[in-house]
C-alpha cells in the first residue's frame, strides 16, 4: 500500500529524530505524533516499525492501546507489513495489548526489553498520564517506571494530546509555558486539504420551548442553552429524553438513507449514554423506523469480533456504550448520533473522528447529529483547531523534595464507590402528552467514559447490580418539552474553502438519479 504524503514525513521525521542523536537519551528515543483521527496512524505507526527493522535498529516490537479492538487492529496491520505474525508466540516479532494489561505482564515479557532492542507503539497515548510517579496513573506508571528507561524506542500517538483532568501525558514534554510539544503535527484542516479526511458537517437539534415545573412553579427556556445554563436540570436527562431522541435519530435516519442511494453499504454509529440507553434506542429505531440495528457494549462476550463483522458487512446502524471511539477503524461510517452524556471535548473529537475517514465511494460527506448542548456546539466550532486554547496546558506541580504518599488516582468505578452522591436519582419527566419514567444511574453511565477499559467494565456493572436494591426518592419536578424542534447546521471555523460546492452536490444528484436508473 502507498503510504499517504505525511505518512512517509512523519516516519522519515521519527527515523531521523532516531538516528540523528550521539547518545541514547530519553529525549531522543522517543517521539510524539499528533494526527487527527480518521488520518491512518496505525498504518503509519506499522511502516515506521518495519523500516526501523529493516535499518537493524530494533529486534521486537510491542504495541499499547485502549481497546481490545484497536489492539486487534494493530497487530493485523504489523502482520500484514512484517509478513509475519504478532500475537506473542513463538516465532513472531512482537504483540500488541491493551493498556490495562500492563499491570498484569509477567517477568518473561519485562525481560525483553533486556535481551532485546524493542520498539515500543503507544496509541492514542493521552490515556497514559504522568511527568513522574508522583502524578501518573495507573497506565502511565509502568510506561514511565519501566518502559521510558528500557525501550530502545517508541512513537507515541494520538489525535486529542491533552487530557480532561489537565494531568500531563506520558513520554510527552512540556514548554515553559506549560504547552505540549509534539514531533510531528498533522491535523484535521490539512487532512481535509490532502483529501485524506472528510470535512465534519455537524448539525444541532434545538427546542423553542421547555417548560420545567418545581413544586407547582414553572419556568419556560427557550433552547438547551438557556435550560442548562440556569441548571434547571442536567444534560444526562435531556440526552436521555425518548422525543429528544427520536428527534435527533429521525435526522439522522434520513440523511444516511440520502447517502445509500450513493453510497450502498454507507452506516451509522449511535453512541448512547448507557447499556439500558442503548437498549431503549434499539427499540426505539425497529418500532418507529423498521431498522435493524447492532448494538455493541461491555456486556458482550467478543465486543471485538462483533465490531469487526459489523466493518465488513452493509448493516445499516451500530449503537455503541463505551465500544467505538478512538481508533476504531469502519471507514464506511458516515453518519453518527452523538446521545451520550460525556461532553468532553475529547471524546466529542474521537466520536466525530469514526466518520471523517475517506473511503473510494462517490460521496464523501461526513456528519454528526445531537442536542443542541452549548459544550458541545463549541466545539463543534473548532474542530480544525489541532490543541483548543482551552485545554491546551497542563497542571505540572514542581516539587523540591520527593513526597511519599499511599494516595493513588481512583479509577470511575473506585470513585463511584468511594461518593455516596453517586447513587441513581429518579425523576419523572413529562414530554407533550406522554410520561416515561427517566432514571439516571450515573454508575452505568460511567461504561461510557472513554477512560474505562474492558476490566472495568465487569466492575461497573457488579457495582450498577449492587446498587439497583438502593432506596430512591422521588423529586417532585417535571420537564415538558412542548416547543417545536428546530435544527442548525453549525459553522465549523476555517473549513469553507472545502464545503462542497453546488455544483458538486447537482453532480451527486445526477449520479444518484443514475444508479436509480440502473
Not at 10 to 18: R, T
Not at 217 to 241: D, E, P
Not at 409 to 435: D, F, I, M, Y
Request: proline share 3%; glycine share 4%; hydrophobic share 40%.
Amino acid at each position: 500500500m502507498k503510504l499517504r504524503g505525511w505518512q512517509s514525513k512523519c516516519i522519515n521525521s521519527a527515523i531521523l529524530k532516531f538516528t540523528s542523536s550521539v547518545d541514547s537519551s530519553d529525549l531522543k528515543k522517543h517521539f510524539l505524533a499528533l494526527a487527527t483521527p480518521g488520518a491512518g496512524k496505525t498504518i503509519m505507526a506499522a511502516r515506521l516499525a518495519l523500516k526501523m527493522y529493516e535499518l537493524g535498529l530494533i529486534d521486537l516490537v510491542l504495541c499499547f492501546s485502549p481497546s481490545s479492538i484497536v489492539s486487534s487492529d494493530f497487530s493485523d496491520e504489523l502482520t500484514a507489513q512484517f509478513k509475519t505474525e504478532f500475537n506473542g508466540k513463538v516465532g513472531s516479532l512482537g504483540d500488541a495489548f491493551t493498556y490495562q494489561k500492563l499491570g498484569t505482564l509477567d517477568n518473561d515479557t519485562w525481560k525483553l526489553f533486556d535481551r532485546f532492542r524493542v520498539f515500543v507503539i503507544f496509541d492514542e497515548i493521552h490515556h497514559c498520564a504522568g511527568s513522574s510517579t508522583h502524578d501518573a496513573n495507573a497506565w502511565g506508571a509502568p510506561i514511565i517506571e519501566i518502559i521510558r528507561e528500557r525501550a530502545a524506542y517508541s512513537i507515541a500517538l494520538t489525535g486529542t494530546p491533552w487530557r480532561s483532568d489537565s494531568l500531563p501525558i506520558a513520554l510527552s514534554t512540556y514548554c515553559e509555558d506549560n504547552l505540549i510539544q509534539c514531533d510531528y503535527v498533522y491535523g484535521l484542516k490539512q487532512a481535509i486539504a490532502d483529501d485524506v479526511c472528510r470535512v465534519p458537517q455537524v448539525i444541532a437539534v434545538d427546542n423553542n420551548k421547555i417548560v420545567v415545573t418545581r413544586t407547582k412553579k414553572q419556568k419556560v427556556f427557550n433552547s438547551f442553552n438557556t435550560l442548562l445554563t440556569a441548571k434547571a436540570t442536567s444534560y444526562s436527562h435531556i440526552v436521555l429524553n425518548e422525543t429528544v431522541n427520536e428527534q435527533v435519530l429521525s435526522r439522522a435516519i434520513i440523511k444516511l438513507n440520502e447517502l445509500r442511494k450513493i453510497n450502498r453499504n454507507a452506516g451509522g454509529l449511535v453512541v448512547a449514554s448507557s447499556i439500558e440507553h442503548a437498549e431503549a434506542i434499539k427499540l426505539l429505531m425497529i418500532k418507529n423506523y423498521g431498522k435493524g440495528v447492532v448494538v455493541v457494549t461491555t456486556n458482550e462476550a467478543k465486543p471485538s469480533d462483533k465490531i469487526k463483522d459489523f466493518r465488513n458487512s452493509c448493516d445499516e446502524w451500530l449503537i455503541s456504550v463505551g465500544m467505538v471511539s478512538e481508533g476504531t477503524n469502519i471507514p464506511r461510517l458516515q453518519v453518527c448520533c452523538n446521545l451520550t452524556n460525556v461532553t468532553t471535548e475529547m471524546y466529542f473529537r474521537q466520536i466525530f473522528g469514526r466518520v471523517l475517514r475517506k473511503t473510494d465511494d462517490p460521496n464523501q460527506e461526513a456528519f454528526m447529529f445531537m442536542p443542541a448542548e452549548p459544550k458541545l456546539v463549541s466545539y463543534a466550532r473548532r474542530m480544525v483547531q489541532d490543541i483548543p486554547d482551552e485545554v491546551a496546558k497542563v497542571k505540572i506541580v514542581k516539587m523540591d523534595e520527593e513526597i511519599v504518599t499511599d494516595v493513588e488516582e481512583l479509577t470511575p468505578v473506585e470513585a463511584a464507590r468511594n461518593n455516596t452522591h453517586v447513587l441513581p436519582e429518579k425523576h419523572k419527566v413529562t414530554v407533550g402528552n406522554q410520561s416515561v419514567e427517566d432514571i439516571q444511574r450515573p454508575v452505568e453511565a460511567i461504561l461510557s467514559n472513554h477512560y474505562l477499559d474492558e476490566s472495568e467494565g465487569s466492575q461497573a456493572k457488579e457495582l450498577s447490580s449492587n446498587l439497583s436494591g438502593t432506596n430512591i426518592t422521588e423529586a417532585k419536578w417535571s420537564m415538558g418539552i412542548v416547543g417545536k424542534y428546530r435544527q442548525e447546521t453549525l459553522k465549523v471555523a476555517d473549513i469553507e474553502p472545502f464545503l462542497i460546492s453546488k455544483a458538486s452536490k447537482a453532480k451527486l444528484a445526477e449520479l444518484n438519479q443514475q444508479l436509480k436508473q440502473g
